[in-house]
């Protein structure tokens, strides 16, 4: 099996046409600027990304060992996909819970590291700034590596903070930036629509792009799951609109036990109902497309 064709394949049909081919520097820019990238002279109001949330667990739904302890779930083949959705979207976001456990790079490798203009641009949520000075993703800004300035998400005004933070000197190299999104109320949670209205902050739209994967962890998948944007009026006053467009949820025939992390699931009356567009089987895993949708009906069985 052609496993790099077929993989292409399969995403060229699951997303939107315009999407389905990895970012270049124009239609990124496009984007952000409200233009849309087919390179028509109209000009449409900026629309939020597209989102994908995407994980691997375990057949016990399980995205982490004891006390959070990173797994490799994903199969070779799994992984490839994660590495091609990640070259796909124009930004890339995880929680500083994850960057904290897991230091992850959140780089494009196919398996090679892809060059920079094929690399979404990092986002953490971090509301305190406890992004740690030995974080990958700031040594990847720092040599080349990752797509810059990575955007790091603070609710609070933290110009003082950022000066104590080890985030102060990329900071100042122009590696980071630090931008400011309300928090939801009576919590220091970013609130997630005003993530992702086009109107919070250039800089943040900018590096949003067209298209957003948020790869974790635990509490932000379920805080991106849950999250809904007002209908727009055509819709019926009742429907509320998922945040997350696509969710793609690898399953690795692997059983991790009670002891490891799995998603903090909400009440079903905070969740949206999963339709599946596509499943389908990727090496030893199998891997499900769906699209949340959330409306009166949702929660009937
Ligand atoms: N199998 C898989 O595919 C993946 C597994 N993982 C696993 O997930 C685990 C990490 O998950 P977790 O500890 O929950 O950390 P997260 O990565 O989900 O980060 C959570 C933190 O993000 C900040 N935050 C800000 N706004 C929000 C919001 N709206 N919703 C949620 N969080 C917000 C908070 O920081 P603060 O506390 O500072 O306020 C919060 O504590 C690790 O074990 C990791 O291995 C991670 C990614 C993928
Ligand atoms: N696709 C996938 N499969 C798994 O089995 C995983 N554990 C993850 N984890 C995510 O990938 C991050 C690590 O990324 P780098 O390899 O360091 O770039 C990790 O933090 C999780 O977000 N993903």
């Given at each position: 099996?052609?496993?790099?064709?077929?993989?292409?394949?399969?995403?060229?049909?699951?997303?939107?046409?315009?999407?389905?081919?990895?970012?270049?520097?124009?239609?990124?820019?496009?984007?952000?600027?409200?233009?849309?990238?087919?390179?028509?002279?109209?000009?449409?109001?900026?629309?939020?990304?597209?989102?994908?949330?995407?994980?691997?667990?375990?057949?016990?739904?399980?995205?982490?060992?004891?006390?959070?302890?990173?797994?490799?779930?994903s199969g070779k083949q799994?992984?490839?996909?994660?590495?091609?959705?990640?070259?796909?979207?124009?930004?890339?976001?995880?929680?500083?819970?994850?960057?904290?456990?897991?230091?992850?790079?959140?780089?494009?490798?196919?398996?090679?590291?892809?060059?920079?203009?094929?690399?979404?641009?990092?986002?953490?949520?971090?509301?305190?700034?406890?992004?740690?000075?030995?974080a990958k993703l700031l040594?990847?800004?720092?040599?080349?590596?990752?797509?810059?300035?990575?955007?790091?998400?603070?609710?609070?005004?933290?110009?003082?903070?950022?000066?104590?933070?080890?985030?102060?000197?990329?900071?100042?190299?122009?590696?980071?930036?630090?931008?400011?999104?309300?928090?939801?109320?009576?919590?220091?949670?970013?609130?997630?629509?005003?993530?992702?209205?086009?109107?919070?902050?250039?800089?943040?739209?900018?590096?949003?792009?067209?298209?957003?994967?948020?790869?974790?962890?635990?509490?932000?998948?379920?805080?991106?799951?849950?999250?809904?944007?007002?209908?727009?009026?055509?819709?019926?006053?009742?429907?509320?609109?998922?945040?997350?467009?696509?969710?793609?949820?690898?399953?690795?025939?692997?059983?991790?036990?009670?002891?490891?992390?799995?998603?903090?699931?909400?009440?079903?009356?905070?969740?949206?109902?999963?339709?599946?567009?596509?499943?389908?089987?990727?090496?030893?895993?199998?891997?499900?497309?769906?699209?949340?949708?959330?409306?009166?009906?949702?929660?009937?069985?």
């Amino acid at each position: 099996m052609d496993w790099d064709a077929h993989l292409d394949h399969l995403l060229a049909q699951v997303y939107p046409r315009e999407l389905a081919t990895p970012p270049t520097a124009s239609n990124v820019a496009a984007a952000a600027s409200g233009h849309s990238h087919s390179h028509s002279t109209t000009t449409r109001p900026p629309t939020k990304p597209f989102v994908t949330l995407t994980w691997a667990q375990s057949i016990d739904g399980k995205i982490s060992g004891h006390n959070g302890h990173q797994v490799v779930l994903s199969g070779k083949q799994s992984m490839l996909l994660s590495h091609k959705l990640r070259r796909l979207h124009d930004s890339i976001l995880v929680g500083v819970g994850t960057v904290v456990n897991d230091n992850p790079s959140l780089t494009a490798r196919l398996p090679d590291l892809l060059p920079l203009e094929s690399q979404p641009t990092p986002i953490v949520l971090d509301p305190t700034l406890r992004t740690p000075a030995s974080a990958k993703l700031l040594e990847n800004a720092r040599t080349g590596r990752g797509k810059v300035p990575i955007i790091c998400i603070t609710s609070h005004d933290q110009d003082a903070a950022v000066e104590r933070s080890a985030l102060a000197e990329a900071n100042e190299r122009g590696e980071v930036e630090i931008v400011q999104v309300p928090a939801e109320a009576g919590s220091t949670r970013i609130s997630l629509p005003d993530l992702l209205d086009p109107s919070m902050d250039p800089r943040l739209s900018r590096a949003l792009g067209r298209s957003l994967m948020v790869e974790g962890g635990a509490s932000v998948l379920s805080s991106f799951l849950s999250a809904t944007v007002p209908a727009p009026s055509a819709t019926p006053t009742d429907e509320r609109v998922p945040l997350v467009d696509l969710v793609i949820v690898t399953v690795a025939p692997t059983l991790i036990g009670r002891e490891g992390v799995a998603i903090p699931w909400l009440a079903a009356d905070s969740i949206p109902r999963l339709e599946p567009i596509r499943t389908e089987v990727v090496g030893n895993d199998t891997v499900f497309f769906c699209r949340p949708v959330w409306h009166s009906t949702a929660l009937s069985v």
